[in-house]
């Protein structure tokens, strides 16, 4: 793709080069090594209906993955609901040694309540409900989550924390328990290995570890794969005096993202709108689960995922996706999903566009079209730059080069204002913006926009920092991996 095309350029603008830089470390498919041993991983998640499927992904492939402990926010769910929700499929499957606890964590701005309702609609099913309400209580950690996520990351000696997870863990390996691995379920095992963080809701629990305990937890973290964001995509946060540029995850707990995005020595891969759109949940993938459903976890995927299915009907132009189970997708098998690395972000943590994540690179897309008109700039005689978009000049250079113009006149106020602020004057040639001027432009830009609105309270923003972003899938590669995963 873009990679292959940005090779032949030789001779690309140098602020479309930089924008290469990023492009051609596309991950192809094969190019990654599979993961050797089981990684261990922390699940943190908000109870959405797909939060089950990817806990089912997860539990689905022991020989990749190992979660040591679940953390549960109150987000889009009732949380005591989505508490039980997650006890009685761990114990249905058999992992009932794995410790859970709820986050005392709270949102800045909450779900709609309907979306909170629907684990009730999982709760409830038959297939995971032999356990009693007297049986479930003791099942329950007293440990709040974000402590559980600092105890299973930094020992169960965490200074200020409950220390209970293990005893919890301990009453909580039932007599169903079916731990191939001889964990302890705390992940304090003995080995050192850095835990993986999957965060399938908001960013709030990862916030906390790394607030309270610092570069001990920092260090303590492989990597934190977190559903969330809309990078070159618009978001899908519908509220009034929002503008629509966030996705909900972020967007339930921006400080969050801010302070997760501050911590640029904890690797971040971030799965996006941008990716997750490509993934609707359609009644044909249910179908599929349905007809092998002589599998447990397929019957069991199927059924959660049934329960939003009607939205191809009530909402065809926003159906439900599978936002989360496509981040489990992600860690299971690297080389489904396309990802670009060092991506340069910042997110904005209060005003209108809370919640958003700002890339300051163009699209891959915006970035592949630049490159190949400029080589058809240079191919035609090196006349770039020189036309208007719907001029015959344009239809000579081709539609490449009217994507660019498009571009430049995108960058066109950027340039201009970097130009007065160095009083350079017109004339001479635009310095390509380093990516601080171009975050303090865009910082200024919003600001600006902040303040013609009238709005009283203060944008803030995070630091800028490089994230690895899964831009692409390929859904139906995505939906024979969940099917293929689920045969279990
Ligand atoms: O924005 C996607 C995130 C994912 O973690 N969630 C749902 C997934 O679990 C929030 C969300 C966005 N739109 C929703 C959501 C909707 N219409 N219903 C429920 N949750
Ligand atoms: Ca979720």
């Known amino acids: 793709m873009a990679c292959e095309s940005s090779h032949r350029t030789r001779q690309a603008a140098a602020f479309f080069a930089a924008t290469c830089l990023i492009i051609c470390q596309v ?34 492939a022991p020989d990749r993955v190992r979660v040591v402990g679940i953390t549960i926010l109150d987000a889009d769910c009732r949380v005591e609901l989505a508490w039980n929700t997650t006890l009685k499929l761990l114990h249905t499957l058999g992992h ?24 009730l609609s999982v709760d409830v099913l038959p297939l995971i409900n ?14 709040p989550g974000e402590e559980l996520m600092a105890q299973l990351l930094l020992g169960r000696g965490a200074p200020g924390g409950g ?12 007599n169903n328990n079916n731990n191939h691995h001889g964990n302890d379920g705390d992940g304090d095992d003995g080995d050192d290995e850095p835990i993986t963080i999957v965060a399938t809701g908001p960013l709030s629990n990862v ?26 995509v618009g978001g899908n946060v519908v509220e009034p005096g929002h503008d629509g540029s966030a996705e909900w995850n972020a967007y339930w707990d921006p400080p969050a993202v801010g302070e997760v995005w501050g911590w640029p020595s904890v690797p971040l891969v971030v799965v996006p709108l941008d990716a997750t759109n490509a ?32 939205w191809v009907y009530d909402r065809p132009n926003e159906p439900y996706y599978a936002w989360d189970t496509l981040t489990a997708a992600c860690v299971l098998q690297p080389d489904l999903c396309e990802k670009l690395y060092d991506v340069q972000s910042y997110a904005v943590v ?80 635009v310095a390509v913006p380093s990516l601080p001027q171009q975050q303090q432009h865009l910082q200024q830009k919003q600001k600006q926009s902040h303040q013609e609105r009238g709005e009283a309270e203060e944008v803030v923003w995070s630091a800028t920092r490089g994230v690895t972003v899964v831009n692409h899938v390929d859904a139906e590669a995505f939906y024979a991996f969940v099917l293929q995963a689920l045969r279990v």
């Open 27 to 60: 991950l192809k498919p094969g190019a990654s090594a599979r993961i050797s041993r089981p990684r261990k991983v922390i699940f943190d998640h908000d109870g959405g209906i797909d939060d089950y499927v990817t806990l089912l992904l997860l539990l689905s």
């Open 96 to 119: 009932g040694h794995i410790p859970v606890a709820v986050s005392s964590l709270t949102a800045v701005n909450a779900f709609p309540d309907p979306w909170r309702n629907s684990v």
């Open 130 to 143: 032999d356990l009693t309400q007297e049986e479930l209580a003791p099942l329950r950690l007293a440990t």
């Open 163 to 174: 220390g209970d997870a293990a005893a919890a863990a301990a009453a909580a390996g039932d």
């Open 207 to 232: 916030a906390y570890v790394l607030r309270k305990y610092g570069a001990a937890a920092a260090a303590r973290i492989r990597e934190v794969w977190w559903m969330g964001g809309a990078m070159w």
């Open 279 to 310: 993934v609707p949940v359609t009644p044909e993938l249910i179908y599929r689960l349905g007809r092998q459903a002589r599998y447990r976890y397929s019957a069991l995927a199927g059924t959660v995922w049934s329960r939003v299915v009607t």
């Open 350 to 429: 209060a005003g209108a566009s809370q919640g958003r994540t700002v890339p300051l690179a163009p699209s891959p897309e915006a970035a592949e079209a630049a490159a190949e008109a400029a080589a058809a700039a240079e191919g035609a005689g090196g006349a770039k730059g020189s036309c208007a978009a719907a001029s015959p000049c344009a239809e000579q250079h081709g539609a490449g080069e009217v994507q660019r113009r498009r571009m430049e006149a995108e960058e066109a106020d950027m340039r201009a204002a970097l130009r007065e602020e160095a009083s350079e004057g017109g004339g001479g040639a």
